[in-house]
């Protein structure tokens, strides 16, 4: 366990051998002080604020994994800051990518994770024993009375969580405030009439307070859950709604780029540090290219034990289909929400149908135990 | 010029050329209604919304620019959702980068742009027929009094702009409050004291309303210049900010990553699409690796004369000295800042006559026409 005025966070650095000593210890200076020590003649700065290199391990012929020191002090406990002393000008480097972070306990407490976790949304959704389902409402350009009736069908083939398609945000054929209102509404009928316990999670966007004045008038239409993009937004924005929110949070990869943060450290331990509850990543053989074991990785992130946070649940997307819904249960267990959302629509008059063929699948695994 | 219903994004797609059409049509799909056009039976959404592949153009054996019109409609006109659009799912592909955009002319007056740019921050500082001068404080973990007094000596050496080095935010060491307070008393004194005109950018940190404070804190003091890292804090709070501060806006390259958003477009473009007044960028031949032709691109989409926007002021920086500012002065001209941070500090006692030398240097410069 780390001393708790010190983080590590390893770095993959592409570079020889006999440079690589040299290279270490810049990025030390670049992600601490940015200034050649020559420069520093203060003790207290030298002793407590520039970071160090703790540890260099060599994993190719020219790559090597270079572990940092980092003083949380620096990180002014705020997490838009955090990222910043863990990449801001490293970032710059495409030699360099930033692969593991190690923080501790009282540190991580402080951001506080995932508020509801995997059992948070267990208790909201009703769902035991079984993969969670979720579509999302597609495509870009419908009316809010479009939306409403496709999340109604959704709901009554039983899916558990309806989100917003990341792309709508508070654009004019459907502003937010009609569009959450609508579609809350059309799934709270079909779970009175029917007995479902459909969860929606509307699309947060914009800055830290056209986000808050969002979830004010989500919270209003009766929304039990909400869908961010922390790499669009800022992780501090992440972090900021996930103090106010009251309710889980459903992270979205946009932006969060192919490699230059590892995905299982941003999609699985950053987010769930700084408070999403759930975590969306594309999947392998999907319309993505991420590799089985990296996808293995984020689960692994998001889910295994990590000091005091509660686990956040990983939701493999991007291209999905019921045909694969054996495989992925087999593969990720129950603890998952099986995201499936285009080659649902495609189903066109046959929606509810199809969807139920996907609620009925993953039942039908649940019951494989 | 563009129709107002559409703007343009370009990629660099690495493709077999026997793939190249359907990995343009996924792009489209993607970057609009992410299904499969199978399931969109809408009419207005399949003539209003969903982007359409305008261009694919060969620049290598397995290397294709494919140029996608995506409806402004979709962005809802805000900054965040803009980035989504552009690159948000496809930022997930390592063999795609967005390289360029082209928006509408009311479009981009509705963003905005810079609000200073080139002449503002000259005449905010009084600097005419000269490349301005930059400096950072540094290291972190000092207290305000010695950042103050740091500043002071910049301040009297005539440099014009004293930024915070990026990584100051609102530790324990020197907390944005008292910090800010302390470097603008001390800069103003010597104002006062010498005839200076020497202005002092802080950093913002945090999310948007975190940052709106700081704002009326450092307007408070007297401050007139202010710094941020839109990859940090998100694009939409670039935008926000930016309608809100009524003084110039230095963006800083943190989080901005190597290559995956081409670098002329970022720093260049989109930065000041969304209102920076001056774009710091790592310059060639210091510790980063962008090549000088990428500089030079960034400098020119920065100054280029673009729909009704300003200009805004490139800052080269990351590893520069004063031996260098005769060279920066030959490529870039007079409208550009040159920022020389650690390579200062470390004069130690000579700081003052080091900043002297860089001052005198400009000027020398400015005087050869």
Redesign the interface.
Known sequence: MLDEAWLHATYRVESRSSEIDARAN?IAL?Q?????I?????E??LR???ARVVNIARVAETSFDVTIAI?V????F?A??L???L???T?????VALIDVEVPPRFAAGFGGPRFGIAGIREITGVRGRPLTCSAL?????APA?YAQIAGTFAHAGIDVVKD???L?????APFTARVRAVQRAIDEVNRASGTHCVYAPSL??????M?EQLLHARDSGVRMLLI?PM???V??L??VARDANMPLIAH????????IAPPLLLGKLFRLFGADATIF?NSGG????AAKVCDAIVERARAQWLDLSPMLPVPA?GMSVARVPEMRARFGDDAMLLI???L??A?DQLLARCREFVAAVKREGEKR
Not at 32 to 36: G, H, L, V
Not at 169 to 173: E, K, L, R, V
Not at 253 to 260: K, L, N, S
């Open positions: 810049a670049e601490s002080i940015e200034t050649p020559e420069g520093v003649n203060d207290r700065v407590d604020v520039v003083a002090e620096t990180t002014g705020e838009g800051q990222l910043n002393m990449f801001g000008n970032s710059l480097h495409d030699d597609k495509p870009q350009g419908l479009q398609d990341h792309g945000a508070d654009q004019s054929s966007s914009g800055h830290c307070g056209q808050r993009a669009l937004c800022g501090a924005t972090a900021a990869p946009a932006m969060a780029g192919a490699a230059r594309p319309r993505f290219s991420y991007g959302g285009g080659s629509l495609i066109g």
